[in-house]
């Protein structure tokens, strides 16, 4: 159960004001909550989704997007220090990069990503629905200049599955 959303930005090197693309960073923040409608006794329940190591996704506070979950650790999207699928470790999901900045991660130009915000490890006998309610913030930081946001939009998701 997911909702998919994509952004492609383009950095154009650009000494004069101060900035070059190696510098400009891709930084997803996400609240929301997930919630799961139980089985037993057709309650909505929150469902609590890591974004990066203990840090759970709050209906209060944007965090930090994670696209790897484990309780420990998260890759996060743009983050150029993070790997890419570039012969390393590969973010393909459903055939569309997730992840990428072009030329190569350290100084590429334009970034692609693909998020696909949902829970995954659902049972269908114990839930007999899903729902989603996530508000995203899209910006680009210039991380030479102590990431002063460049430009930001929002996006948000919003959606019920029931069965």
Request: net charge neutral.
């Amino acid at each position: 159960m997911f909702r998919q959303h994509s952004a492609t930005a383009t950095f154009a090197s650009n000494q004069g004001q101060n900035y070059i693309c190696r510098c400009c960073r891709f930084y997803q923040t996400v609240k929301g909550k997930f919630e799961v409608l139980d089985a037993s006794d057709s309650i909505w329940k929150e469902h609590y989704v890591y974004t990066k190591g203990t840090t759970y996704i709050n209906n209060i506070v944007y965090v930090e997007d994670g696209k790897k979950w484990t309780s420990t650790s998260a890759s996060r999207y743009g983050n150029r220090n993070d790997p890419q699928n570039e012969g390393g470790i590969s973010f393909v999901l459903f055939g569309a990069a997730l992840d990428v900045y072009s030329q190569n991660r350290a100084n590429g130009c334009t970034y692609e990503m693909n998020d696909y915000p949902g829970i995954y490890s659902i049972s269908d006998s114990a839930f007999k629905g899903f729902r989603v309610n996530l508000n995203f913030v899209l910006s680009i930081l210039d991380t030479c200049n102590n990431n002063v946001v460049k430009d930001s939009k929002s996006l948000s998701i919003s959606h019920e599955w029931t069965w």
